[in-house]
């Protein structure tokens, strides 16, 4: 460590920068008290007659009431789906439905300062997020998917490549926007129609891409919105108008929807959990790898099914990091995630602030030594401090399980093969990240690491143009890029025989 390094990290933290409240005015988000089902281009009345509430997770105020989809509500949303799907979508032109999603990609970015708000304000994720990465991305992703709809012959040379039919989808509460681009955006342009249940919690934005479905004069049915609990979900996962599930959330689930598939000739993708390794050399640029290591685990509260919540670092650099990574995290604000300011927003509900809670204090139990910065939590809501845990060994549950929240696990290595082997030992494999400034090195732990997705001196980078997915149980099948494709497609026989 040079001089300057060592006193760096005895600098005090200044105590008293005080940022001026800088919240993004809520004004543009207009709210119903009450929504149904979308279902066939229109909102109609559930038929199970049953709503519930939607809260803001950091006010614990409710935003709204919800339907509840029952399994006649189910029937009736597969059945536009199939309406839609025999009556025009499947059969119109392939550059016709591309205009469609051009269309929903423009309006997304139009309207993009209200979807984020209206994220932050369901979720509970920092408004800078929502605004400068999920509102982003999901307008990348129905550009990018738009510009295959009339190549898909081109994507898959030699095949024959066919829509399937009606698409199920079922999403999680961490990207409610940014999930539901990634399923229904592929779905359309490979000619499917969607029924798609948002998460309990974050049912909001999904509601209000209704009006960008409508904006865009999509014909009805081709993307149908049905709320409800897991029980919806579960509805939709057996119903037999539906030609595949695309599902992401938790592995326990995901198992549940395997098994129920299992025989009935349906596709099925399922993104899982995570519990990813970011592994750190002693040659890495250490305060890059900070950022790196603070990015890979408070975005979003944690939230992240890649998140890097193990952090394996080389024994022989092991205090200067830690150290610098404990100043660093006394300089995130946690708080309002309206506002502008704010790094780490709200738990995104009660049962995931008791299930990180939970397991918190089992790491304690176990003998791991934490470390939180000093920070106030706002009374109402649902908030959990940045936590660094150290000491912590592998068989721990904070170094097994995944937390899904702002929780970071650290532990050591000497040799590269000793980051492997701890790397790879979990039951997931979503993703990793690597910090060293050799290529070499990169090279040879990519092919090492048993995860879908591998980032090199960076975290959590995103694009629709690549792959994303994972091994053993964090799921199978890919979203994004070409291979997004795939799993909306026949791709009947390849007309290359032998070769
Ligand atoms: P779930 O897997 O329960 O939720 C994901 C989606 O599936 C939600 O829309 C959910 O509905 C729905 N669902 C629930 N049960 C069924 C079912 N039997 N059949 C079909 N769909 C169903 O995750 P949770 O929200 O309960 O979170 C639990 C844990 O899962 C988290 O603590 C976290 O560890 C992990 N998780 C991982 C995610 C990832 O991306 N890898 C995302 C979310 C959670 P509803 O919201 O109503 O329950």
Not at 124 to 138: N, T, Y
Request: charged share 25%.
């Amino acid at each position: 460590m040079t001089d300057l390094e060592r006193r760096q990290d005895r600098a005090p933290v200044p105590a008293g920068w005080e940022y001026a409240p800088a919240p993004e005015s809520r004004d543009i988000v207009t709210l119903e008290e009450r929504y149904g089902l979308f279902i066939g281009g229109e909102f109609v009345d559930p038929r199970s007659g049953e709503y519930f509430p939607t809260l803001n997770p950091g006010t614990e105020e409710q935003l709204a009431e919800v339907a509840q989809a029952g399994p006649e509500d189910v029937d009736l949303a597969v059945g536009a789906a199939r309406e839609a799907y025999d009556n025009g979508w499947s059969s119109i032109s392939p550059a016709e439905r591309a205009k469609y999603l051009f269309r929903i990609a423009r309006i997304l970015q139009e309207r993009s300062r209200e979807f984020a708000v209206l994220e932050s304000m369901n979720g509970g994720k920092p408004i800078r997020e929502s605004r400068d990465v999920d509102l982003p991305l999901a307008a990348a992703h129905f550009f990018y998917y738009a510009g295959w709809a009339d190549k898909l012959e081109y994507a898959f040379p030699n095949r024959r490549p066919r829509s399937i039919g009606v698409a199920g989808q079922i999403i999680p509460w961490n990207f409610p926007l940014l999930m539901l681009a990634w399923k229904i955006a592929p779905a359309l342009a490979a000619g499917n129609t969607v029924v798609l249940k948002p998460a309990e919690t974050t049912p909001l934005t999904a509601l209000l891409f209704t009006d960008v479905v409508r904006q865009a004069e999509l014909p009805p049915g081709v993307v149908n919105i049905i709320t409800g609990d897991g029980r919806a979900g579960a509805e939709l996962v057996k119903h037999e108008g539906v030609d595949k599930i695309a599902f992401t959330g938790s592995t326990e689930v995901g198992k549940a929807i395997q098994r129920e598939l299992a025989g009935t000739g349906k596709k099925l993708t399922l993104e899982l959990g995570g519990k990813a390794a970011n592994i750190v050399f002693d040659d890495a640029a250490l305060d890059q790898a900070v950022e790196g290591i603070v990015n890979g685990i408070y975005f979003n509260q944690g939230h992240v099914c890649c998140a890097g919540s193990r952090l394996l670092v080389q024994e022989s650099i092991y205090e200067p990091l830690i150290a610098k990574l404990k100043r660093r995290l006394t300089t995130l604000r946690l708080g309002d995630p309206l506002d502008k300011n704010t790094d780490i927003g709200a738990i995104n509900s009660k049962q995931q602030l008791d299930k990180i809670t939970e397991l918190v204090a089992a790491g304690e139990e176990e003998g791991a030594e934490i470390y939180q910065p000093p920070c106030r939590l706002p009374e109402k809501g649902y908030w959990f401090a940045p936590t660094v845990f150290t000491n912590v060994a592998q068989s721990y549950r904070i170094a097994q399980e995944e937390i899904f929240g702002p929780v970071l696990s650290v532990l050591t290595f000497r040799t590269p093969d000793e980051a492997v082997e701890k790397a790879n030992n979990t039951a997931y494999g979503l993703s990793a990240g690597v910090w060293t400034e050799k290529g070499s090195r990169i090279l040879s732990m990519a092919q090492k690491l048993r995860a879908g997705v591998i980032w090199a001196n960076t975290f959590n980078r995103f694009d629709p143009t690549s792959p994303f997915g994972g091994f053993k149980e964090s799921g199978f099948g890919r979203e994004g890029g070409l291979h997004g494709l795939e799993p909306y497609l026949d791709l009947g026989e390849s007309e290359v025989r032998g070769g």
